[in-house]
C-alpha cells in the first residue's frame, strides 16, 4: 500500500494561515488521485478537498471553498493543502488519504495518513 506521511499542522490564530503537506513513498505517485479529510473533536471525518492525478480537477466541501487550496507536485511525490483565513472551526486531525479512482477518493479512499493536528485560537 502506499505510505502517506502529513506534516505543516500546527497552532495558529484566527484569520491565520497554514500550509500542510502529505509525503508520499511511492515510485508510482502519479497514478493516484489525493485527497484531504478531518475530523475536529467530538465530530466525524469529513472530506475536505480532492485533487486528480494530474492535478487538473480539484473539488472541495462548501465550507472550505475559497479558502482553501489543494495542489500537488508530482515530481516530489507531495500533495499540499493551503489553508487561509482560518477560524476556529477548522481545529481538526486533518489525513490524508489516496484513490487509484478520482471519482471515489472522495468516499472512499484506500490508503490514509496517520495525520495532523491543526489549532486555531480565537
Known amino acids: 500500500q502506499v505510505q502517506l506521511v502529513e506534516s505543516g499542522g500546527g497552532l495558529v490564530q484566527a484569520g491565520g494561515s497554514l500550509r500542510l503537506s502529505c509525503a508520499a513513498s511511492?515510485?508510482?505517485?502519479?497514478?493516484?488521485?489525493m485527497a484531504w479529510f478531518r475530523q475536529g473533536p467530538g465530530k466525524e471525518r469529513e472530506f475536505v478537498a480532492a485533487?486528480?492525478?494530474?492535478?487538473?480537477?480539484?473539488s472541495y466541501a462548501d465550507s472550505e471553498k475559497g479558502r482553501f487550496t489543494i495542489s500537488r507536485d508530482n515530481a516530489k511525490n507531495t500533495v499540499y493543502l493551503q489553508m487561509n483565513s482560518l477560524e476556529p472551526e477548522d481545529t481538526a486531525v486533518y489525513y490524508c488519504?489516496?484513490?487509484?479512482?478520482?471519482?471515489?477518493?472522495?468516499?472512499?479512499?484506500?490508503?490514509w495518513g496517520q495525520g495532523t493536528q491543526v489549532t486555531v485560537s480565537s
Open positions: 485533487i486528480s492525478r494530474s492535478g487538473g480537477a480539484t
Open positions: 488519504a489516496v484513490s487509484v479512482r478520482y471519482s471515489v477518493v472522495t468516499t472512499t479512499p484506500a490508503n
Open positions: 511511492e515510485r508510482t505517485f502519479t497514478t493516484y488521485a
